[in-house]
């Protein structure tokens, strides 16, 4: 059974910092791509990284880019996004998810979603 579970989640005040890991269990990370994701209120869920399985090619949507830093420890089933001068317009649920083989940032094409963390950006 694929298990995925978020954390690192919380309340930071705007330009502050955090670190998003998710753990993956039921399975064997390297064969696949992980994508991060977020959805705020109201708001539909968008793609905000992701990386490949095979040589950790890294993508991010404009509104991340120079802020966000994804990773994977395959040999610990991990995942990490590093979130740097945090800004109000990013608190959301960040979710974690898995699909085979190539990288998108397309929700709809991946097979396995964590539960999410709640992120708050607020003073």
Known sequence: QVQLVESGGGLVQPGGSLRLSCA??????????????????????????????????????????????????????MAYIQMNSLKPEDTAVYYCALKPATMTLRPEEYDYWGQGTQVTVSS
Not at 24 to 45: H, M, N, V
Not at 63 to 72: A, H, L, N, P
């Open 24 to 77: 993956a269990s039921g399975l064997t990370l390297d064969y696949y791509a992980i994508g991060w994701f977020r959805q705020a209120p109201g708001k539909e869920r968008e793609g905000v990284s992701c990386i490949s399985s095979l040589h950790g090619s890294t993508h991010y949507a404009d509104s991340v880019k120079g802020r966000f830093t994804i990773s994977r420890d395959n040999a610990n089933n």
